[in-house]
DNA sequence: TGATATTATGACCTTAGAGTCACATGGAGG
DNA sequence: CCTCCATGTGACTCTAAGGTCATAATATCA
């Protein structure tokens, strides 16, 4: 956490300071960023970062805190209209809000990439244990929707739970690299229909 | 390339060398790698690696390219045998042997997976432009198959193939974290059936 | 205004990386 | 035995990183 002195400052110096580490943490890998570049780019001395902040680590891991906390915000605005209680409802609705998120907030989307690439090692270290709650979230609910029958029972639950977090990864990555009018694509509700039907046809029962 | 000096070497001092920097870089990125480290568990001067390698890069280069081949050979094993034509069939073949072939070389597979999470600035500089001949591959094999219609034409082709290929990545990365007896699948040959199904009762056409 | 607590500063420290270079070593041919 | 050239060497440079600290500036309150 933030030292009490980051949250004493005046909230334009620290959007500021936010700014620019959002825009070093899309740029660069946790291990490639750097201390020295944010620094001269908010026009603050090093020693006074080290005011506000433990260490690179503390900063990135509050950067980190408030995208989380905004995307939580977003997706529920999504998901909690949903009463169904399907599975796939429901992952289609994470997964369009999700693609919705990362358009909306593109610096936000880089960061998350350059996190799910790190090395297990520089994972470990960023999140120590709290992590792959989402993971666990999902795969939960493949069990359920195993058990009720409405998901192949012949794959592993935490098969399908990591390859559903993979595909979120390269969906995020894929579409990074589009713009939506010179491609298929013409919005991403009809990206993530697709995706969505890619999961569901692969693993739902065979009735 | 490696200068000829490093060719004019004893075969022995050649494999330490390609043996120390196979370790190496399995077991940190690119960036992260040392060539102080490399240079020590060698026992050679750090002058001699400048006199066999231009840098680090050209080394890395190198070791690259002697798993290229040896995956290529691997692969083609397999494939060759085939002879039906079938998209499915082919990528089947693809998919198991490049299990196969990561599960026989857990190093080689650690390499390729730190390879393929660099960020693009890094792959970049890795291999300029001949990169993604296996993505371009893919993708014509898919269009060809669109136009067969043994591949349902309403996803784009560049998708497909950036779905599969991040799908190859995934399962590598999940295989290494499992041991076979401990989970679902009892080989690996179950398990790539598994995943071409995921694809295919995804992405073909509704006959 | 003067005393005290908080915040701001940048020169400086340590560490580690890639890459260099003047010099040492050793074997092959005259 | 001596010369010559390929090979071997490690102390060295340069750069950049993260992090520290004594001191200066500023704000708070009596």
Redesign the pocket.
């Known amino acids: 956490m933030p030292k ?2 980051f949250f ?2 005046s909230e334009d ?1 620290r959007n500021n300071i936010k700014s620019v580490a959002l825009d070093e943490f899309s740029e660069y890998s946790f ?1 490639k ?5 944010i620094v001269e780019n908010t ?10 902040f ?4 503390d900063l990135y891991r509050y950067i980190l805190q408030c995208i989380a906390e905004e995307k939580i915000n977003y997706i529920q605005k999504y998901t909690s209209e949903l009463s169904s209680g399907d599975f796939f409802d429901y992952l289609k609705a994470t997964y369009s809000s999700g693609i919705a998120f990362a358009i909306d907030h593109p610096v936000y989307a880089k960061i998350g990439i350059f996190l799910l690439k790190e090395d297990e090692r520089t994972q470990q270290m960023i999140y120590g244990d709290l992590m792959t709650t989402g993971e666990n979230f999902v795969k939960n609910m493949i069990l359920e929707g195993q058990e009720k029958g409405s998901i192949r029972q012949d794959i592993s639950a935490d098969f399908i739970a990591f390859i559903i977090n993979k595909l979120n990864l390269a969906s995020t990555e894929y579409l990074k690299s589009k713009t939506f009018d010179d491609d298929f694509y013409k919005d991403y509700e009809e990206f993530s229909n697709s995706i969505i039907d890619l999961i569901k046809n692969g693993i739902k029962s065979v009735l």
Do not use: M, P, V
């Open positions: 009490q002195t004493n400052l110096k291990s960023s750097s201390i020295n570049r026009g603050i001395a090093k020693g006074s970062f080290y005011q506000y433990e260490d690179k680590l």
